[in-house]
């Protein structure tokens, strides 16, 4: 190719040079990335003005060039300059294909510093020209420039991606976790928390990320599980030579700074939990209630990196890259907490919530690349991520609570503290191979494990708390205990675990023609229990002497016969509640299965130079299962669903190239959405004010949905990391899932097929500038801008089953999920001053309201208020080694509120709060 190429160069510029001058052209290749085209490099004549830049492909030319001899400098953004002497030959063309490299050995005379091309914004523009299907990147340099932490920022950079503040939940085009799925080297990865499909992207720290890329059409090559689209992160490689740096910062959150944090007792300032090998009723016995200080609130974090390359020939390289990082954080927040239906169960006018959270990482991968044809990659992941949370609800005295005993006006108070730990690991074996020209084969196989687990909630609920304010030690409030689960320890656990792979051959029958067949599948399993104890108040209306010291209360000597205090009740699904002071069953367990197989054909075929089109087709088998034993459920329920489904997925993306520059892309598609373990099982999770659990008639029949995606978008590359694109999309979802809140007395919000069909249409736009650029090109003042707006609506229908909702007959809604409108902005602004080279970054995102879940019946929906971000990051590189950095994050503070719609115009604030300004200083140095 390489030859037929420089063929054609020669041929063409030999046509239009003038008579009695000649040429250099050539072609600029990343010799350690498969040859892969280096764009935008600098290519000039020494000493002088003339000069150029290659193009998208690496192409370069330098034209009407006296005869002579001329000394020629190469260069590239992170690369060292490569100097090679040509001759210009009076009507000849010189060609010169430069192929740069960051070995020594190669070039005795240069230390190349490598930027890893893969990472550049330059580079992920030109992957995303090329590409068939429509998608979009941002790599570790973006990321750094932007000051993005970790994945889930990075996504929310791109046009039509939003996520919850305050969680971690993504949203693509409107379409929520359930639409979307995360892989990780194109390998899918398992879920951290019970309650979503994906893992949180905020665990994956910047650290360990090469790129992020959302692809929002559907290739043949994803799972069918697919409609908003797929986030793949691409492990950082190393390549280049031998380095190892330290970053150390600290900061603090101005609403958590100068409070007195807590934290679960038992628990350890880097986010573990060393009791897991204990009996959980030996922990109630001996382990107190009250959470202990957890600290003065100061952030600290932490990473260490350090890679290193041994060539052996050529093109033999052994490769390793390791990174370990630590980062913790202090919120705190306060504000209203309701639990309200058609009427108001409880209320906390004021709440406080302190939040002690940490994410530990450490990733590692070794890459040998045998030849420039044959490359393996072993890659390693571990992340630790922890929640501590320390709540106290209705501390002004005023908690209702209708079914309290004493007052159901005021007094009612609940302590909530609990530790949530994931600790995931992923392994992965890649293998890429050129067999000869025209076959190339790529394959990769990964097993994941997921131990998630919250030892030991503690919730303890008080009547009459006013008492405890008026200063009067003769009143004082009582232990609320209506049941004997108002007071309670609760202890649950989630076994996770998959094994994944894939494969795909690339036979290239000739340049315009070539097939790719492959297939890729995930066999999963997950394991779920709970144990819950309560505490059986022995008295009634116990008095509660000294609110902050409840181990007084729930301790050994305490135990027992009815002149003591209380007694302790375990709850199982087989032998009902037993007051036993004995370790005691789970009281809800299921075993979730699901196997994907698949096989998959698409070919890409290129029509007169400007047409690229790839028809593929997909043939996948899908089995899941759930089976269950959870309390509260009817004796007729069998106890288990069961799916088992073969579909057909064609798809079609069609890239037309207006010119070398401009693009114009079609696609169309059929994919499917089955429902996760979370939405299948009737295992329910009661947080203070809200309660939430799933349904396995999703599983009946129809057990998926089908979806049919169209896509049509216009993109011009108008400049070096410059862009401008529009784009329409539409999507019609059968069968749709949503969450809704159920029919029953509790307001369990539970997952629904709520119509027959859902649609989705909407238009995204996208820009990136370059304002003012120096002399060398490189952008010194830039903005981009991208905004999506989205139209959603769906036929509500009434469902009966094991669980009921009910809508009136007209009723039609958004989907859940959905914001109608998205918008991400950012400034940068980076001058060279010497050694010193600051980049100062204002980055802005917004998302208008969404439903957060349905009301049926008399219930109106739950609303996720829309809110603004504002971040601004200043990073300063002194010198080549050192960088002093700092942030000030979520600077307008906005109001995060949930609302329940009344109907009547005056709707009800399920929760609001703020979150606080995050400042942050960071040292990084680089040996």
């Known amino acids: 190719m390489n030859y037929f190429l420089n063929i054609l160069l020669l041929c063409f510029t030999a046509i239009t040079v003038a008579q009695g001058t000649g040429s250099i052209v050539g072609k600029l290749t990343d010799k350690d990335y498969n040859n892969e085209p280096l764009p935008f490099a600098n290519v000039i004549i020494k000493d002088t003005a003339t000069g150029t830049t290659s193009d998208f492909d690496g192409l370069y030319s330098l034209e009407n060039l006296s005869p002579g001899s001329y000394s020629i400098q190469y260069s590239f953004v992170g690369y060292t300059t490569i100097e090679l002497e040509a001759a210009v030959i009076a009507d000849k063309v010189t060609t010169i294909n430069v192929p740069l490299s960051a070995s020594a050995a190669a070039l005795d005379e240069v230390v190349i510093k490598t930027t890893t091309k893969k990472e550049s914004e330059v580079a992920l523009l030109l992957e995303q020209k090329k590409a068939v299907t429509i998608k979009q990147s941002i790599g570790a340099a973006e990321l750094a420039r932007k000051g993005v932490s970790d994945a889930a920022?990075?996504?929310?950079?791109?046009?039509?991606?939003?996520?919850?503040?305050?969680?971690?939940?993504?949203?693509?085009?409107?379409l929520g976790d359930r639409y979307l799925n995360t892989t990780y080297n194109q390998l899918s990865l398992p879920s951290n928390d019970i309650e979503k499909k994906n893992m949180n992207l905020n665990l994956f720290s910047s650290e360990v990320i090469q790129n992020v890329a959302v692809s929002k059409a559907y290739s043949t090559e994803f799972y069918g599980d697919f409609a908003a689209g797929n986030v793949d992160i691409t492990a950082k490689e190393h390549s280049g030579k031998g380095f190892i740096d330290f970053e150390l910062g600290s900061g603090s959150n101005s609403r958590a700074a100068n409070k007195e944090f807590l934290k679960s007792e038992g628990t350890g300032k880097f986010g573990f939990y060393n009791r897991y090998n204990n009996n959980p009723f030996a922990l109630v016995v001996s382990h107190g209630i009250d959470p202990v200080d957890a600290g003065n609130p100061v952030r600290f974090n932490g990473s260490f990196s350090g890679g290193t390359s041994f060539r052996f020939s050529d093109d033999t390289k052994l490769s390793f890259f390791g990174t370990a990082s630590f980062d913790n954080n202090f919120e705190y927040r306060e504000g209203p907490a309701i639990d309200f239906t058609t009427t108001e169960k409880k209320r906390f006018d004021a709440t406080e919530e302190y939040e002690y959270s940490t994410t530990s990482t450490a990733m590692a991968n070794i890459i040998f690349r045998i030849d420039s044809d044959h490359k393996l990659s072993y890659n390693s992941l571990f992340i630790n991520s922890s929640s501590d949370k320390v709540g106290?609800?209705?501390?002004?005295?005023?908690?209702?609570?209708?079914?309290?005993?004493?007052?159901?006006?005021?007094?009612?108070?609940?302590?909530n503290v609990q530790f949530d730990q994931d600790m995931i690991f992923v392994n992965q074996l890649v293998g890429s191979h050129k067999l000869d020209e025209i076959l190339d084969f790529e394959w990769g196989a990964g097993y994941n494990v997921v131990d998630s687990r919250q030892p030991d909630r503690k919730r303890i609920s008080l009547e009459r708390y006013d008492l405890a304010l008026d200063n009067d030690p003769t009143t004082n409030p009582s232990f609320f205990s209506n049941i004997e689960f108002d007071n309670q320890r609760y202890f649950q656990k989630i076994d996770d675990k998959e094994i994944n792979g894939r494969m795909k051959l690339g036979y290239t029958v000739s340049e315009k023609f070539k097939l790719n067949f492959g297939s890729n599948g995930r066999t999963k399993e997950r394991n779920f229990e709970n144990i819950r104890y309560g505490y059986d108040l022995i008295q009634p209306n116990t008095e509660v002497l000294d609110v902050n010291n409840l181990n007084d209360v729930f301790n050994v000597e305490n135990i027992g016969s009815v002149y003591n205090t209380f007694v302790i009740n375990a709850l199982d699904n087989d032998n009902g509640l037993g007051s036993t002071n004995l370790p005691g069953n789970p009281e809800n367990t299921y075993k979730g299965t699901l196997e994907v197989q698949a096989g998959f054909i698409n070919s890409e075929i290129i029509l007169a130079s400007k047409w690229t089109i790839v028809p593929g087709l997909r043939i996948e088998n899908l089995s899941q299962e759930i089976v269950y034993d959870v309390i509260n459920l009817l004796p007729t329920d069998p106890g288990f669903r069961s799916a088992k489904e073969t579909y057909l997925l064609p798809s079609l993306n069609v890239k037309y190239a207006l010119n070398e520059d401009q693009n114009l892309r079609l696609s169309f598609s059929k994919t499917v959405s089955f429902p996760e373990f979370k939405e299948v099982t009737p295992f329910v999770y009661e947080d203070v004010t809200q309660r939430a659990g799933g349904n396995p008639d999703l599983l009946n029949d129809p057990s998926f949905s089908q979806i049919y995606n169209a896509d049509l978008k216009y993109e011009w590359f108008f400049g070096?990391?410059?862009?401008?694109?529009?784009?329409?999309?539409?999507?019609?979802?059968?069968?749709?899932?949503?969450?809704?809140?159920a029919n029953d007395a509790t307001g369990t919000q539970r997952f629904f097929r709520t119509g027959d069909k859902a649609e989705v249409f909407g238009v995204e736009l996208e820009i990136r500038k370059n304002i003012i650029s120096n002399s060398e090109d490189k952008a010194q003042l830039s903005a981009g801008f991208n905004a999506t707006y989205m139209y959603t609506q769906q036929d509500?229908?009434?469902?009966?089953?094991?669980f009921s909702t009910t809508f009136e007959e007209s009723r039609s809604e958004e989907l859940q999920g959905a914001s109608p409108i998205?918008?991400?902005?950012?400034?940068?602004?980076?001058?060279?001053?010497?050694?010193?080279?600051?980049?100062?970054?204002?980055?802005?995102?917004?998302?208008s309201d969404r439903i957060d879940a349905i009301g049926s019946g008399q219930l109106g929906n739950i609303i996720e208020k829309g809110i603004p971000a504002l971040d601004f990051i200043w990073k300063n590189q002194i010198g080549d080694n050192f960088?002093?950095?700092?942030?000030?994050?979520?600077?307008?503070?906005?109001?995060?509120?949930?609302?329940?719609?009344t109907g009547s115009g005056e709707d009800i604030a399920l929760t609001s709060y703020k979150r606080g300004v995050n400042l942050a200083f960071q040292l990084k140095y680089e040996f």
């Open 883 to 901: 960088q002093l950095n700092a942030s000030v994050k979520n600077l307008l503070d906005p109001t995060i509120e949930r609302i329940r719609e």
């Open 720 to 741: 070096r990391s410059e862009i401008f694109s529009l784009a329409v999309f539409a999507k019609q979802i059968s069968d749709p899932v949503n969450k809704v809140i």
């Open 796 to 802: 509500l229908k009434s469902s009966q089953g094991l």
């Open 153 to 174: 920022g990075a996504v929310t950079k791109i046009s039509g991606v939003s996520r919850e503040e305050g969680g971690s939940n993504v949203y693509v085009r409107g």
């Open 822 to 847: 998205i918008l991400n902005a950012d400034l940068s602004y980076s001058p060279t001053l010497g050694v010193y080279k600051p980049i100062a970054n204002l980055v802005f995102s917004y998302f």
């Open 392 to 415: 106290y609800f209705g501390t002004d005295g005023q908690g209702a609570n209708r079914d309290a005993n004493l007052d159901t006006d005021k007094g009612f108070y609940q302590m």
